[in-house]
């Protein structure tokens, strides 16, 4: 089967099991355009409808070869209306008909399966899907599928892998013992054991990489050996025994339902704020407060900066970043100011490769740089005065034992 031919077929409208016949016997676009209904049916043994069908489509304007993939990715290459209930099959439909207006735009297609598509092409009121109905369905299904696949991608570990910026590799090491009775292999395993990054059972030697590899900024500051990759591998493995709840979700769910979650492992993927690390860093650096917050909920993950995996990774935590944080839910309680205060213990952070889309919180960015001007100012007025800066230091102090 001739792949790119397939996907041409489909960039003027055909349904997808009509082009893989097409496809199949070699019909291509330009063949079509020059042959007969009837050549079509004797020579290469298309039914009527299909060659009165095929001969129409190939005549239209074609679609963007790249809007069709969106539209297919994003619908996750089923109907928008039945979810694929009725027929694997599928057309890329116009909303308003072609013959109208020949708008080929992204906003003015939809994936319909064959019976679908002939409902909205119905001319009676009764059974006819209607453009508006159209436009809701697609934008409904298609953040259904957009959730949906970051929840897969988020149990699969499946983050970008030159941006995994922070490992707390003692607590994915002690998780994986308690889970797996030792610290499973990785493909890196052996490599880091020569270079005596990790000791006999499979542990970090923190003392040695700081003693006769780190150049001193920040521990992990040498020509790594691939370290987040074997720390991945072994997230990937403790996700294969362990179901990573989903945060947000949950979040939307209510109090009730967060509540529930203390003590259960969970990801979140959003935009949250931080302020970075001097550098050096050294035992003495103080813990980073990570944290997201919207309406009615806060969250927060304090972050060991000894673990910030590269210089890049401690640049970006001093911003707005979009992560996927995989964390151990600590507590969850209700303020008086009836916010919901989730507190969390982070194992891995990194940049996700699927995710929501949302609309920037434009209110939540300002309030959280009013947060952290008031309790973590660095100003040296503030450690001289009672309430200052030594109240930014008690409330770190309260949240250290959630590293």
Request: aromatic share 8%.
């Amino acid at each position: 089967m001739n792949t790119r031919t397939l996907s041409t077929l489909l960039q003027y409208g055909l349904a997808s099991d009509l082009a893989e016949k097409a496809n199949s016997v070699g019909l291509t676009v330009t063949k079509a355009r020059s042959l007969s209904q009837k050549d079509m049916v004797s020579k290469f043994g298309l039914s009527e409808a299909e060659a009165k069908t095929l001969s129409h489509c190939v005549r239209r304007e074609p679609i963007d070869e790249q809007i069709v993939q969106l539209l297919l990715e994003r619908s996750n290459f089923v109907c928008c209306v039945c979810k694929g209930q009725k027929g694997l099959s599928y057309i890329i439909h116009h909303i308003v008909k072609y013959e109208k207006t020949q708008d080929n735009t992204y906003n003015n297609l939809i994936v319909l399966c064959p019976v679908d598509h002939d409902l909205a092409h119905q001319g009676g009121l009764t059974l006819r899907l209607t453009e508006p109905q159209l436009r809701a369905t697609k934008t409904k299904w298609e953040k259904q599928v957009e959730v949906a696949n970051a929840q897969r991608a988020a149990q699969l570990i499946d983050v970008k892998d030159d941006a995994i910026d922070y490992v707390n590799v003692k607590r994915i090491e002690e998780l994986c013992v308690r889970l797996f009775k030792k610290i499973p292999q990785t493909t890196l395993t052996a490599s880091l054991r020569r270079a005596s990054i990790l000791g006999a059972g499979g542990s970090f030697d923190q003392k040695y990489v700081q003693t006769h590899l780190s150049g001193g900024r920040y521990l992990f500051d040498y020509i790594t050996h691939q370290e987040t990759e074997h720390y991945k591998q072994l997230m990937q493995k403790i996700a294969t025994v362990t179901n990573f709840i989903d945060l947000d979700e949950t979040a939307n769910a209510g109090h009730s339902a967060l509540k529930a979650s203390e003590g259960h492992y969970a990801f979140f993927i959003g935009g949250v704020c931080a302020k970075g690390p001097d550098l050096p860093i050294t035992a003495s650096t103080p813990t980073i407060l990570l944290h997201y917050s919207r309406k009615h909920l806060r969250i927060e993950w304090i972050l060991d900066p000894i673990f910030m995996m590269s210089m890049s990774a401690i640049t970006r935590i001093g911003g707005k970043n979009r992560y996927i944080i995989y964390c151990l839910v600590r507590t969850v309680d209700l303020q008086a100011d009836k916010v919901t205060l989730v507190r969390a213990s982070p194992l891995l952070i990194a940049q996700p490769n699927k995710w929501v889309n949302k609309t920037p919180a434009i209110a939540y960015e300002r309030q959280y740089a009013e947060y952290i001007d008031d309790d973590f100012s660095d100003d040296d007025a503030d450690d001289a005065q009672p309430g200052g800066a030594g109240d930014a230091e008690r409330r770190l102090s309260q949240l250290a034992n959630y590293r």
